[in-house]
């Protein structure tokens, strides 16, 4: 699926907004499952790799969706 | 959300008398606004909100701070705009560099005024990033905002000063009245014993730096503010030697052996059960009696210097009540001392500063990059959100509860601007409608706990309704708006989160540096203020040390003992030139000589295998006291230089068992 704006009640949404609220889900689903695994224990800064998590989604997101 | 429902449905007195002055302020700048044309009336009526404060003196000291931080950004706008109005990208940077400057002004300045750097910083955000594609207009604009801004601050202040003022000063005599007392409280702890009375200094430090720091407030409302804010100087300056004596009566008693204690022990009691239940003349009636012991006692030199101490914080406390009772009439002492000074941290500073001008340029770099046209709305809340909490501890957390803020706004702010206004119209119907929403937002910043979302609620509000004489409305510019203020604040936040500035080993190093060179520095300073300078930096110092330690494992917590050997070390310091001083023997060339030995070893640091550093100079200096003429200065001369060498083998030890355990 290329970038296409979506139309919400006349109103034109830019896909990537969708894209960004997609990977928000999706990082924080990862991030849920990281957190009940043993993996969390090699975090050094959680926020840097969160925020490095969400740029890794919202990239596949982009890309593959 | 109890505290939620709590503070908007079942509110009390305060805080509806708040929400109505604030409403009444806010109509009134708007009213205005409109009636005179000017461009954006919501500016006037989000300033009337920014400055809106419970208590009278603080609206009028933030309302001036703003001002002139406003004056100060708009001419910086102006300026930037002119020189650099061809190239954006130089003016980002310039922009970034100038925000990142102020915002570390506004951290090493912590006092109320830190508002007018800040303001300075963002107000160029917010005149020159909009009139970027127009510059010629930079100067209508720079004028249009300074005016909004200066009737909001009129109309805010003329609403608190005039319906149900509530003055500082009052509470001020309330609040130093409880200093006073868990001062005396911590000072009868302390001498009970070490774990008691630090637990109750930090408590007590905190208030003693809250109540100084409304004595800015206090100045704005006349005399008697006025007078009450010297006095409340006295108050402080005295309550914290009353603590570092009540350390040093401590440090005296552990020299005591046995025997010695049990003979002593009454007087402790007796002593401790007069803090407790502080009145003038019995404290005075009790010190006259500790000296008598005092003197009786010359021959046995620990018990001597003892006494004489305990002589001293009976003084002290009576001058704290006396004080105390000078900030309860409002007159101020004729002699007052400097205002506390405070520990600045230049480079800590400069960091904030780079993460604000780091924070803006990320934002400004995907503006450039995107072009959206919505953007600088966000990029001017990352400048505000980024330098406004800049030195706050928690700066996430409140960011956070910002952005909370704005997701509350953006429904109340599509019914109210979408759906109702544009089928009203007249200015009654427009107070209605955005009066209701505003005075439960009112409502909520009357309580502290929520008072950050419920701010960011009231403001947000107003932007995203924006009234103006000609409404326009428009969905797409609604949500584009709400993206941006919702990125805006998610950038500074996310600043705030990557990089975390609070190391408290490094900070524990840097404060223990500059006692260091503060103690170095007290060697040869000037005897007059030295107290105040002395004390002041380091109650802050502490009070910094404190913030950490709870966050730090148990065999770190020793930074805050670092910071209570360098106190023990200054007071000793003081006391020791105060009797010299006095006893006026002459002396100087032992004097010098001891002093800048000491220097030297202070300069070094304390640290393992050094606590034996100070034992020849302190002999040599004893042996030279005591072939004077004796006099009681200078007995007391003696036990100050025993205690400063023994507070230093002290900290050097403790050092030591540091690097036994590491």
């Known amino acids: 699926m290329g970038l296409r704006e979506w139309a919400l009640g006349g109103v034109l949404l830019s896909p990537f907004l969708l894209y960004v609220v997609l990977a928000l889900l999706l990082t924080g689903l990862l991030r849920f499952i990281l957190r009940l695994t043993p993996l969390r224990r090699w975090i050094w800064h959680e926020a840097l790799f969160d925020c490095a998590l969400f740029v890794c989604v919202l990239t596949l997101v982009t890309l593959y969706l | ?662």
């Open chain 2, 1 to 662: 959300m109890p505290i939620t429902l709590h503070a908007l449905f079942a509110p009390d007195k305060a805080a509806l008398q708040f929400a109505i002055k604030t409403l009444f302020g806010g109509g009134l700048a708007l009213w205005l606004a409109l009636r005179w044309g000017l461009e954006q009336p919501s500016w006037a009526l989000m300033t009337a909100f920014i400055v809106a404060q419970p208590l009278s003196g603080m609206v009028l000291q933030k309302g001036l701070a703003r001002l002139l931080g406003t004056l100060v950004g708009t001419i910086m706008s102006v300026l930037f705009m002119a020189v650099f109005a061809q190239t954006p990208w130089l003016f980002l940077i310039c922009l970034a560099l100038w925000l990142g400057l102020c915002t570390a002004c506004s951290t090493l300045l912590r006092s109320a005024w830190a508002y007018s750097f800040v303001l300075a910083g963002y107000t160029v955000a917010i005149i020159a990033l909009p009139a970027i594609s127009h510059p010629l207009q930079i100067f209508d604009q720079a004028v249009a905002r300074c005016t909004e801004i200066s009737l909001g601050i009129v109309c805010a202040t003329l609403a608190s000063a005039l319906l149900w003022p509530l003055r500082v000063e009052r509470q001020l005599a309330v609040q130093a009245r409880q200093a006073w007392q868990s001062g005396l409280q911590t000072a009868s702890a302390t001498l009970g014993g070490d774990e008691e009375g630090r637990k109750g200094l930090v408590e007590i430090l905190g208030r003693i730096v809250a109540v100084d720091s409304q004595r800015e407030h206090a100045w704005f409302e006349g005399s008697l503010g006025r007078q009450r804010a010297r006095a409340i100087r006295g108050l402080s300056q005295k309550l914290l030697v009353l603590l570092r004596i009540a350390r040093s009566v401590r440090r005296q008693w552990r020299q005591l052996d046995d025997r010695e204690a049990a003979h002593l022990q009454p007087w402790l009691d007796e002593i401790r059960a007069a803090l407790a239940n502080p009145d003038t003349e019995a404290l005075q009636a009790l010190r006259e009696r500790v000296w008598q012991a005092a003197l009786e006692l010359r021959d046995s030199a620990p018990e001597h210097y003892c006494l004489a101490r305990m002589t001293l914080l009976l003084d002290n406390a009576v001058a704290a009540t006396q004080a105390l009772h000078a900030v309860e009439q409002g007159q101020a002492p004729a002699d007052l001392p400097d205002s506390l000074a405070v520990h600045r941290d230049v480079p800590l500073g400069l960091l904030f500063g780079s993460r604000s001008a780091l924070a803006f340029l990320a934002m400004a770099t995907f503006w450039m990059a995107t072009a959206w046209g919505a953007a600088p709305g966000g990029l001017v809340l990352t400048c505000v959100v980024c330098s406004l909490f800049a030195s706050r501890e928690n700066g996430a957390q409140i960011g956070m509860s910002f952005l909370r803020g704005i997701l509350l706004a953006l429904p109340v702010a599509f019914l109210v601007g979408q759906i109702l206004l544009p089928q009203w119209s007249s200015f009654a119907l427009l107070c209605l409608g955005m009066g209701v929403p505003l005075f439960f937002g009112a409502l909520g910043m009357a309580n502290p706990r929520i008072g950050a979302t419920a701010t960011s609620y009231c403001l947000h509000f107003i932007v995203l309704v924006s009234p103006l004489n000609n409404m326009t409305f428009s969905v797409e510019s609604f949500l584009n708006n709400a993206q941006a203020m919702l990125m805006g604040v998610g950038a500074a936040v996310l600043a705030f989160k990557l990089l975390v500035l609070r190391n408290p080993a490094w900070h524990g190093r840097r404060l223990r540096a500059a006692t260091q060179s503060d103690l170095v520095r007290l060697t040869r300073r000037d005897l007059r203020g030295a107290e105040t300078w002395f004390g002041g930096r380091m109650a802050d110092r502490l009070l910094q040390l404190a913030r950490h330690y709870n966050a730090l494992p148990e065999h770190e917590r020793s930074r805050w003992d670092d910071g209570l050997h360098g106190l023990d070390m200054g007071d000793e310091l003081l006391h020791l030139r105060m009797c010299l001083a006095i006893a006026r023997a002459p002396l100087a060339s032992v004097e010098r000589e001891y002093l800048e030995r000491l220097q030297d070893v202070l300069a070094r640091g304390p640290g393992p295998g050094r606590e034996q550093r100070l034992d020849t100079a302190s002999e040599t200096f004893i042996a030279a006291l005591r072939e004077q003429p004796a006099s009681d200065a200078l007995r007391l001369a003696v036990g100050a230089v025993v205690q400063l060498q023994k507070s230093w083998g002290r900290w050097c030890r403790r050092l030591e068992d540091l690097h036994g355990l590491a």
